[in-house]
């Protein structure tokens, strides 16, 4: 299937740094994550992953974009969906011009490849979010979401999917249930622990699996983040 290529300048891509700079000890992070999640999927099928964070202003979709590059990185066919239908994030990283997005292909308005662009990096695709509906939680609890979630898995050899911050809407709660797995991102010097354990049984109640937490620690002078598996 062909993809139309992204325009060559992008907004905020410094903050891409596993595609920057992949030499990096950050970069050597995500590049963790993803082998730890590879690890776990060879009992289970974990193709789809879902991002969320307790609160705004977590991290939650940088953390989901070098994610996504880094699997893309391994020759995985990966796609980026901005599943954020309030505050859709993903196109200030990845300036790929404007397409339908996910909201095109759940009103049968755009095709899959209509609707997808092809990022800078070899193997990344990436999904927007399209025009912002009145009523995201009714849109994300369709039907017709879940058989667009299924031409999709049938295409990438992984998904990961941006969402709304857990504690705010009911988007990503829905959204856990329509993916394999789900990752929390915690941002340290910012959310309270009551919250971070609110959001945590929250996903463990909606997730088909809750993998564990990505802390990213905002206070150090260069963005560091590491990785806490599921006990």
Same mark, same amino acid.
């Given at each position: 299937?062909?993809?139309?290529?992204?325009?060559?300048?992008?907004?905020?891509?410094?903050?891409?740094?596993?595609?920057?700079?992949?030499?990096?000890?950050?970069?050597?992070?995500?590049?963790?994550?993803?082998?730890?999640?590879?690890?776990?999927?060879?009992?289970?099928?974990?193709?789809?992953?879902?991002?969320?964070?307790?609160?705004?202003?977590?991290?939650?979709?940088?953390?989901?974009?070098?994610?996504?590059?880094?699997?893309?990185?391994?020759?995985?066919?990966?796609?980026?969906?901005?599943?954020?239908?309030?505050?859709?994030?993903?196109?200030?990283?990845?300036?790929?011009?404007?397409?339908?997005?996910?909201?095109?292909?759940?009103?049968?308005?755009?095709?899959?490849?209509?609707?997808?662009?092809?990022?800078?990096?070899?193997?990344?695709?990436?999904?927007?979010?399209? =025009?912002?509906? &009145?009523?995201? %939680?009714? +849109? /994300? !609890?369709?039907?017709?979401?879940?058989? @667009? *979630?299924?031409?999709?898995?049938?295409?990438?050899?992984?998904?990961?999917?941006?969402?709304?911050? =857990?504690?705010? &809407?009911?988007? %990503?709660? +829905? /959204? !856990?249930?329509?993916?394999?797995?789900? @990752? *929390?991102?915690?941002?340290?010097?910012?959310?309270?622990?009551?919250?971070?354990?609110?959001?945590?049984?929250?996903?463990?109640?909606?997730?088909?699996?809750?993998?564990?937490?990505?802390?990213?620690?905002?206070?150090?002078?260069?963005?560091?983040?590491?990785?806490?598996?599921?006990?």
């Amino acid at each position: 299937m062909k993809r139309r290529k992204a325009r060559e300048t992008q907004r905020d891509d410094h903050k891409l740094i596993v595609q920057n700079k992949p030499l990096s000890p950050l970069s050597e992070q995500f590049r963790m994550i993803v082998e730890n999640i590879e690890l776990m999927s060879i009992d289970d099928k974990l193709k789809s992953i879902l991002i969320t964070s307790a609160d705004p202003s977590s991290g939650k979709s940088i953390i989901s974009s070098n994610l996504a590059i880094a699997f893309a990185q391994k020759g995985k066919k990966t796609l980026l969906i901005d599943g954020d239908l309030r505050k859709p994030t993903i196109h200030k990283y990845f300036r790929n011009g404007v397409s339908l997005g996910l909201m095109g292909l759940v009103k049968k308005e755009s095709t899959i490849e209509g609707a997808i662009f092809e990022s800078a990096t070899p193997n990344l695709f990436i999904l927007q979010a399209g =025009i912002i509906p &009145v009523n995201p %939680a009714a +849109i /994300l !609890a369709s039907d017709r979401l879940k058989e @667009v *979630l299924a031409e999709l898995d049938a295409e990438f050899d992984h998904i990961i999917v941006d969402t709304p911050p =857990i504690l705010a &809407v009911a988007d %990503a709660q +829905i /959204l !856990a249930g329509m993916t394999d797995t789900s @990752v *929390l991102i915690i941002r340290n010097d910012y959310t309270v622990t009551d919250r971070a354990r609110k959001a945590s049984e929250r996903l463990e109640q909606s997730s088909k699996l809750f993998l564990g937490a990505i802390f990213n620690n905002q206070q150090q002078k260069q963005d560091y983040y590491y990785y806490q598996e599921r006990e």
